[in-house]
């Protein structure tokens, strides 16, 4: 089976430092994608990052990082410089390649507020 | 124009009630998706369809049926729901159901069932 955990249900973050959210996965499945979305208040899910199982190197989208350790099995965002439009919901997700359905498994998410 | 479209983006129907979501993708994509996201949940799949063929249904009840008319339109038919299936329901599109490539949200329904 495979899941998803973010330990951390809510993180304050001063304006223009940094922010790590915590991302756990577990899977069999000896090929997936890694995947992180923003979610404001107004409800859409914008895709921020990916990370495949087998990059060699870890993602990097502007402000954003994906801090991948495969062997500890963890996937954690790191935002650059927090912006007050950062305030939002962040979901962690995962899908496996063997499957081929497209089905990607959320974490239960981390909202994120950014302080001025 | 954002690339996946829902409608409407509120709804409130009683548990006797008939009533469809929509969604639509400018993206050309082949792949779209439903999701159900509950309060303090995390998101929930239902259903999968590739290329207009339903190729997953995540033991969703039977009073959600999805239609997929085309590659760019699905929609999400609801009949006597409980007041359980109240829930933020998101929309998502992708280039391909296989690969690494993202899904692209819409902005969701807020549907309230009384």
């Known amino acids: 089976a495979q899941k998803i955990t973010q330990t951390q249900p809510g993180m304050f973050v001063q304006e223009k430092e940094a922010v790590t959210l915590d991302c756990t996965y577990d899977?069999?499945?000896?090929?997936?994608?890694l995947f992180w979305y923003k979610q404001p208040s107004s409800g859409e899910m914008i895709f921020l990052i990916y990370?495949?199982?087998?990059?060699?190197q870890n993602a990097t989208e502007g402000r954003y990082s994906l801090n991948f350790q495969k062997a500890r099995k963890s996937a954690n965002l790191v935002i650059s410089a927090s912006q007050l439009g950062d305030s939002a919901m962040y979901f962690c997700?995962?899908?496996?390649?063997?499957?081929?359905?497209?089905?990607?498994?959320f974490g239960q998410g981390t909202t994120l507020q950014v302080k001025p | 124009e954002t690339g996946v479209t829902q409608t409407p983006r509120h709804l409130v129907m009683g548990m006797t009630n008939k009533k469809s979501l929509k969604c639509e993708q400018h993206?050309?994509?082949?792949?779209m998706y439903w999701y159900k996201q509950s309060a303090k949940k995390p998101l929930e799949l239902m259903f999968v369809?590739?290329?207009?063929?339903?190729?997953e249904n995540n033991s969703v009840p039977s009073r959600f049926s999805p239609e997929c008319p085309n590659s760019s339109h699905l929609f999400l038919h609801l009949h006597t729901l409980q007041p359980e299936d109240s829930a933020l329901y998101l929309c998502?599109?992708?280039?391909?159901?296989?690969?690494?490539?993202?899904?692209?949200f819409g902005p969701g329904t807020r549907l309230t069932v009384t």
């Open positions: 998502a599109s992708s280039q391909d159901r296989t690969g690494v490539y993202e899904q692209y």
């Open positions: 899977t069999s499945d000896p090929s997936y994608g």
């Open positions: 990370q495949g199982s087998y990059d060699q």
């Open positions: 997700a995962m899908r496996g390649f063997t499957s081929n359905t497209g089905k990607l498994i």
């Open positions: 993206l050309g994509h082949n792949a």
């Open positions: 369809y590739s290329l207009e063929e339903r190729v």
